[in-house]
């Protein structure tokens, strides 16, 4: 894997006393995510008093100053999101907007024209992953980076080699610290609460390991399909569009062992064992399937094997984890949208009730549920049963976050207020990225064949058969074929 030379502990993110940053540029303003995500997330950060410094926009799209902020409250209020005046026009003003094509160095030379006394600028490229380096290089070559940070958006490369070499060329300009890489997974609070969950509370840590636990599944399913955006994907697929990126980090927090202390660093290197222990996914534990009808989307090419669903068994190496199966699967065009973790526990030692002809109790199972709503853990304990002697019958122990916490913030909410504040803990490192390339290498280089399956279903039937002698996938809360609580 790469060895960080240019920082102490090859962590991402400055880690004592970081300095805001005094300005942001945003390459690729006029773009979809922008839309969707950056301009509502820097209103809501503007509404909480966190965006004091000057916002630039940065296209291709010929815009004025004015067309750029009329773009950006259209796309707030598309949103759903309430606009209050003040907010609005304190925000405003501090918005310019920079034409500029990204492969001209006049494009650069006005952006830091447009830095005027910035010091510390955050540059967000918001851009398509092959014009990365190229932005970087143009903000290099006038000046603008020494203090900077720059975030960037996956994929960071599209296996472990074109990730080690992205680094290689970014590393000639940035310091790893300078780097956060954005996972909007990492900005969703139920996911962080994952670490959070487990090492604010007594109760679990004692027993999450492989004394204890049986196995993991991830489940990320998704009832929609491929829509629009059918260039885009086929050439990603499944592993490479949501398995490297969220549910490996998903994984890193529910595997890592407790961090010394909650700084970046230290989160980091827990994280990073977990990683570096993962053994190479076998193509044998992976079965790839494509929904019916895949062929027909705009984009997609003639014949693709590309993947729109994937099921996964693999196993991470440590003393803790030794022989616990983690199962992850996930795809488009299947029976609901959910996406959750589920811890199933051994039953317990001694099968006590036996002799009054009981059955054995069922196995507890801790569930974690992100997103869409649904933020929340349930905890499946068994609870005499009063129609009988002795017996237990399985009761779930409920949490809604949002009933029982409040509204969390947007995921890129939180996310570009931490980079803003320097604050590099729900970035991920180059070394996790290699870590996690490194996991699937074997798959991607050695893709099983494509299995079909119907849309509407939970993937292919192979699926099942993956984790049949686990007692099969945990379907989703309130999902068509939930199993009974
Ligand atoms: C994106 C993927 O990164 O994450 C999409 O490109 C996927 O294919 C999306 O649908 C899921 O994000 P969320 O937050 O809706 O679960």
Not at 40 to 52: F, H, I, K, T, W
Not at 237 to 249: E, F, S
Request: aromatic share 10%; hydrophobic share 40%; net charge negative.
């Amino acid at each position: 894997m790469t060895t960080m030379q240019n920082t102490q502990d090859g962590t991402v993110g400055d880690e004592l006393a970081p300095e805001p940053s005094d300005a942001l540029v945003s390459f690729g303003v006029s773009g979809d995510l922008a839309k969707k995500m950056t301009f509502v997330s820097l209103y809501r950060l503007a509404e909480r008093g966190l965006l004091d410094v000057p916002f630039i926009g940065v296209a291709f799209t010929d815009w004025s100053d004015d067309e750029f902020r009329a773009h950006a409250l259209q796309s707030i209020k598309d949103c759903g999101q309430e606009v209050d005046e003040k907010v609005w026009e304190k925000m405003a003003a501090g918005m310019t907007y920079v034409q500029g094509d990204y492969t001209k160095p006049e494009t650069y030379a006005a952006v830091k024209e447009k830095l005027g006394d910035a010091k510390r600028p955050l540059f967000y490229l918001e851009i398509p992953p092959s014009l990365f380096l190229t932005a970087v290089k143009g903000l290099h070559e006038v000046g603008v980076t020494r203090n900077a940070r720059v975030v960037i958006e996956k994929p960071f490369g599209h296996d472990y080699q074109s990730a080690v070499e992205l680094y290689g060329e970014l590393s000639k300009m940035l310091e790893e610290r300078q780097i956060y890489r954005i996972d909007h997974y990492l900005g969703k609070n139920a996911i962080q609460d994952i670490m959070v969950w487990r090492f604010s509370n007594r109760m679990f840590e004692p027993i999450w390991n492989s004394a204890n636990i049986e196995s993991v599944q991830i489940t990320m399913s998704e009832s929609f399909d491929v829509a629009d955006r059918g260039s885009f994907y086929d050439r990603v697929g499944a592993l490479k569009d949501v398995v490297q990126n969220h549910i490996m980090q998903i994984i890193g927090l529910l595997s890592m062992d407790p961090p010394s202390k909650a700084t970046p660093a230290a989160i980091h290197s827990q994280q990073l064992q977990a990683f570096e222990s993962m053994r190479p996914v076998e193509p044998s534990d992976c079965v790839r399937g494509q929904y019916t009808g895949y062929h027909d989307v705009k984009g997609v090419a003639e014949g693709s094997t590309t993947e729109t669903f994937v099921a996964i068994k693999l196993f991470i190496d440590s003393w803790r984890w030794a022989g616990v199966p983690f199962f992850i699967r996930t795809g488009k065009n299947l029976a609901c949208t959910a996406t959750e973790a589920v811890v199933v526990y051994k039953r317990p030692p001694l099968p006590l009730f036996k002799e009054t002809g009981c059955p054995q109790p069922e196995r507890n199972r801790l569930r974690f549920r992100f997103g869409h709503g649904e933020d929340g853990v349930q905890m499946r304990v068994q609870a005499l049963d009063p129609s009988s002697q002795m017996a237990s019958k399985p009761v779930v122990l409920n949490v809604d976050f949002t009933e029982a916490l409040g509204e969390e913030k947007l995921p890129y909410e939180q996310l570009l207020g931490d980079a803003l504040q320097g604050i590099a803990t729900r970035f991920a490192t180059q070394q996790i990225i290699e870590g996690t390339w490194m996991a699937l290498s074997k798959i991607l280089e050695h893709p099983s064949p494509v299995i079909e399956y119907a849309p509407g279903t939970m993937g292919p039937r192979e699926a099942e058969e993956l984790i049949a002698p686990y007692g099969g996938w945990i379907e989703p809360v309130g999902s068509k074929s939930d199993h009974p609580a």
